[in-house]
């Protein structure tokens, strides 16, 4: 299984996520993104954490 963190929750990321949730070998763990309401919108979809900064995205891997 291969864990991702997608970086921006527009349009493109949006997309990314879905395929990322979809897929049976990997799986979407977190999305970070400036806009609160993106990510409200990825937490409520996705039931994964989120952050404002892509810096703690990447921490959090760690």
Do not use: Q, W
Request: one cysteine or more; charged letters at 25%; glycine letters at 8%.
């Amino acid at each position: 299984m291969i864990r991702f963190g997608v970086i921006g929750y527009g349009i493109m990321g949006k997309l990314y996520s879905r395929i990322i949730a979809e897929s049976p070998r990997t799986e979407l763990i977190c999305v970070a993104s400036k806009n609160e309401g993106s990510r409200n919108a990825a937490e409520e979809k996705y039931n994964i954490l989120v952050y404002d900064r892509s810096e703690s995205l990447v921490i959090s891997f760690h």
